[in-house]
């Protein structure tokens, strides 16, 4: 079992930066990926950015170009450098977490989440 905690969420404004971060306890060892998702108020859940064993990185549309996906090499935890934040960024982040076996995803963790809201 892995636990996540976000920290870094808050109020921004529009135009401004934030950084969150989640560290992991328990079995992080055996990750192979991390990141974020947001879900708005009204919205479903999404994908924001996540970084895999390799270092790659897969991020929303939306956010290229101003959201960056990093983490520790031993997966003890993963950030989110958000830089240009818009109002529409404005939404609970949650930090992901999976363990792959043979490539296929074998477990999911999830954090608790932390509230970002950006005003205009």
């Known amino acids: 079992q892995v636990q996540l905690v976000e920290s870094g969420g808050g109020l921004v404004q529009a135009g401004g930066s934030l950084r969150l971060s989640c560290a992991a306890s328990?079995?992080?060892?055996?990750?192979?990926?991390m990141g974020w998702y947001r879900q708005a108020p009204g919205k479903q859940r999404e994908l924001v950015a996540v970084?895999?064993?390799?270092?790659?990185?897969n991020y929303e549309d939306s956010v290229k170009g101003r959201f960056i996906v990093s983490r520790e090499n031993n997966w003890s935890a993963v950030y989110l450098q958000m830089d240009s934040v818009k109002p529409e960024d404005t939404a609970f982040y949650y930090c992901?977490?999976?363990?792959?076996?043979?490539?296929?995803?074998?477990?999911?963790?999830w954090g608790q989440g932390t509230q970002v809201t950006v005003s205009s």
């Open positions: 970084i895999n064993s390799r270092g790659e990185t």
């Open positions: 328990g079995n992080f060892f055996a990750l192979t990926i």
């Open positions: 992901y977490a999976g363990v792959h076996y043979s490539g296929v995803l074998h477990n999911e963790f």
